[in-house]
């Protein structure tokens, strides 16, 4: 049983546009979000995080939204750029003994930035 | 200062045959967490330690897999008996402790290759 899903296996959208891409997840226990980024025959880099107290984290060009009621959230890049493209995983958290549980990841997205 | 750092790098075994995976964690990070992704999947969980000891064994798939950490800095995964089906990209995590921010940062991974 997934609890957190994404559903896109891939995204492709056009330089200098908005990438959305999206995660919903099943556990109402989770509490901390997270999105990575991974490029092939590397680690995933951590990108940005929301808490579940907020339904808003802004960095830079990437924002991640939380809809808690939908159990869904969602990053949005804009400007697009061709640096990009790569894979983007969701990924949860629950506080339990100070958060240190394993993640729980998505299967990804792979975003692919048209020039 | 360096990243999360892991050998090696590819490995390519034979059916049966046991095999050990190396983490260097992040210098001063007590918690570290291993994972793997077969191809088309999310990161599963696999064990999670803080310092020396793993409160959360839960990921670990089956007793052919084992970890330990030893002076509260590199870890080894141990896979005894490889099976195909262990074919996977192990990867390593670390975060600076129970108490820090939920991100965890990654190495590069161990590619496993089970003929």
């Known amino acids: 049983d997934q609890q957190v899903k994404q559903n896109s296996p891939s995204l492709s959208v056009q330089e200098g546009r908005i990438s959305i891409l999206n995660c919903d997840y099943t556990?109402?226990?989770?509490?901390?979000f997270l999105w990575y980024k991974k490029y092939p025959a590397e680690g995933p880099t951590f990108l940005i995080s929301i808490s579940s107290i907020k339904d808003k984290n802004e960095d830079g060009r990437f924002t991640v939204f939380l809809n808690k009621s939908a159990k869904h959230l969602s990053l949005h890049i804009v400007p697009s750029q061709p640096g990009d493209s790569a894979v983007y995983f969701c990924a949860a958290s629950v506080r339990s003994g100070g958060g240190a549980d394993g993640l729980t990841f998505g299967k990804g997205t792979h975003l692919i930035i048209q020039p | 200062g360096a990243g999360v750092s892991q050998s090696p790098s590819n490995k390519v075994t034979e059916k049966g045959k046991d095999v050990e995976l190396r983490c260097d964690p992040i210098?001063?990070?007590?918690?570290l967490y291993w994972y793997r992704q077969s191809l088309g999947q999310g990161l599963e969980f696999l064990i999670y330690?803080?310092?020396?000891?793993?409160?959360?064994k839960s990921g670990l798939p089956s007793d052919r897999f084992s970890a330990e950490r030893t002076g509260g800095s590199v870890s080894t995964l141990t896979i005894q008996r490889t099976q195909q089906e262990d074919s996977a990209v192990y990867l390593c995590?670390?975060?600076?402790?129970?108490?820090?921010?939920?991100?965890?940062?990654f190495g590069p991974g161990t590619r496993l290759t089970v003929t």
């Open positions: 210098s001063g990070h007590t918690a």
């Open positions: 330690f803080q310092g020396n000891s793993a409160p959360d």
């Open positions: 995590a670390s975060r600076l402790g129970p108490d820090s921010s939920y991100e965890q940062y």
């Open positions: 556990n109402s226990m989770f509490d901390y």
